[in-house]
Nanobody, 123 residues
Framework: QVQLVESGGGLVQAGGSLRLSCAAS????????MGWFRQAPGKEREFVAA????????YYADSVKGRFTISRDNAKITVYLQMNSLKPEDTAVYYC????????????????WGQGTQVTVSS
């Protein structure tokens, strides 16, 4: 049973930083990719960033390029999302997801999801 547990959300002022963590368990993830998505009230869940466990290749939404960094710790089986220069429009519930597939930019490409962690950026 795959489990993804997010942590690290909270309230931060605009311009501040947060680091989200996603602890994964239940499988060998070497052939998986991990993604971060977010969902603001009244909006669809959208892609933020993704990383492949095997080679560390990363992918970002245009809206977060240069501000967010996704990384992984193989020993801890944990994926991180470092978020800098946060803006009020980054306010959302952030979800971690895992997939063995190739299509990383859409929610439909993922097999497993965490419960989400709230990020609120005040202006």
């Amino acid at each position: 049973q795959v489990q993804l547990v997010e942590s690290g959300g909270g309230l931060v002022q605009a311009g501040g930083s947060l680091r989200l963590s996603c602890a994964a368990s239940g499988r060998t993830f070497s052939n998986y990719a991990m993604g971060w998505f977010r969902q603001a009230p009244g909006k669809e869940r959208e892609f933020v960033a993704a990383i492949r466990w095997s080679n560390g290749n990363t992918y970002y939404a245009d809206s977060v390029k240069g501000r967010f960094t996704i990384s992984r710790d193989n020993a801890k089986i944990t994926v991180y999302l470092q978020m800098n220069s946060l803006k009020p429009e980054d306010t959302a519930v952030y979800y971690c997801a895992a997939t063995r597939g190739m299509w990383l930019l859409a929610t439909s490409g993922y097999d497993y999801w965490g419960q989400g962690t709230q990020v609120t950026v005040s202006s």
